[in-house]
């Protein structure tokens, strides 16, 4: 799935999966999320609701884990 998030066939899918989890693997945040999260290299559309939010919390998660690399 994380090979082609970028397009919209991923973001659809993406978003999809996400509509009944907060992660992609598990009840806590992964490697999977992380380099998911690496691949999208910008937020879904806004159209993808569950997508976008998945985007923002591990974004604010990263944030929390590297909070010198915010101010660059």
Same mark, same amino acid.
């Given at each position: 799935? &994380?090979?082609? %998030? ?11 999966? *996400? ?5 992609l =693997?598990?009840f806590?945040p ?5 380099? &998911?999260?690496? %691949? ?11 997508? *976008? ?5 591990? =974004? ?13």
């Amino acid at each position: 799935m &994380a090979s082609g %998030l970028s397009d919209l066939k991923g973001a659809e899918a993406l978003n999809d999966y *996400l509509s009944s989890r907060s992660y992609l =693997a598990g009840f806590s945040p992964s490697q999977a999320d992380h380099k &998911a999260f690496k %691949l999208l290299r910008r937020p879904p559309n806004p159209h993808h609701v569950h997508a *976008l939010r998945w985007y923002r919390h591990i =974004a604010a998660l990263q944030q929390d884990l590297h909070p010198d690399s915010s101010s660059e």
